[in-house]
């Protein structure tokens, strides 16, 4: 993927600076929805190679505002188990480096594995639990700059429980095992997902300190009697979505 044909592509939509550039996860790009004099372009029509085919993730870059205030989105992303390279994945990224906006903002669905979380929390990540095993046989955990955290704690609507902990990556597509999930518990995961992890390892190769939002959106293996599918990841996105939205709002506004 070729960084300067997709800013180029993606400049043909931009006015002015966005202030903030944001990663929309899965079922949460209708955060876009309320932005005004709104423009996009696909993800396929940029470059035919980085498209998304995960339902959920809609595959296209979006400009607006937002109290006048300029935004690019990315509404849907590109994962790993897709076949994408970690280099590939961080290339909205490296986009959003180029317009140096004054926040990053990461977002995802993901599981949790604490029973005493509930469906429709959101978490800000303070540290990631590298899963994968790709590079190294065993878990490695990478601790966030927390220079955001206490002060989007205070924003955060009463009626929100915004919790604070450890986001577990895994490769995919598969959820994990009841033991997999059991050892994540064990060793300090909070919440687990698919994605985010390639987007934050090209913000730390960048030196960029993004802001990692999670909406839990299902409980991981073995914590419930039920199986895990991605139509309730979706769905229950979807009736998180204005508490996501009013938090982002919050964030946004507050943060100018």
């Known amino acids: 993927m070729n960084l300067k044909s997709i800013i180029k592509k993606v400049d043909d939509i931009i006015k002015s600076k966005p202030e903030f ?3 929309l996860g899965s079922g949460l790009n209708n955060f876009c929805d309320q932005l005004e004099n709104k423009k996009s372009i696909s ?11 995960i339902k959920g993730h809609v595959g296209e870059f979006v400009y607006g505002y937002l109290n ?26 490296k986009l959003f480096n180029y ?18 979380w509930e469906i429709g929390d959101f978490m800000l990540t303070e540290r990631i639990m590298d899963f994968s095993f790709i590079k190294t046989n ?7 700059d927390d220079i955001y955290n206490n ?27 009841k033991e997999e999930i059991k050892e994540i518990r064990k ?20 030196k960029i300190n993004p802001i990692i939002l999670s909406c839990i959106t299902n409980y991981a293996a073995g914590i419930k009697e039920y199986s895990i599918k991605h139509s309730h990841v ?13 938090l982002l709002n919050k964030i946004i506004i507050n943060y100018v």
């Open 43 to 53: 993800y396929k029509n940029i470059n035919p190679s980085m498209e998304s085919n």
């Open 187 to 206: 060793i300090g995961g909070d919440i687990v997902g698919m994605s985010t992890f390639p987007e934050y390892l090209m913000c730390k190769k960048l």
């Open 21 to 23: 550039c944001i990663i």
């Open 234 to 246: 979706i769905k229950n996105a979807e009736e998180s979505k204005q508490n996501f939205k009013n």
């Open 99 to 116: 317009y140096k906006p004054k926040l990053y903002i990461i977002t995802n669905s993901s599981g949790t594995v604490r029973q005493d």
């Open 138 to 144: 065993t878990a490695k955990y990478y601790t966030l």
């Open 68 to 93: 006048n205030i300029p935004i690019l989105c990315a509404s849907g992303r590109l994962h790993y188990y897709e076949g994408y390279t970690m280099d590939e994945i961080g290339v909205i990224i």
């Open 151 to 177: 002060s989007i704690k205070k924003m955060a609507p009463k009626n929100l429980n915004l919790r604070l902990g450890t986001y577990t990556y895994t490769i995919g597509p598969t959820y994990e095992t």
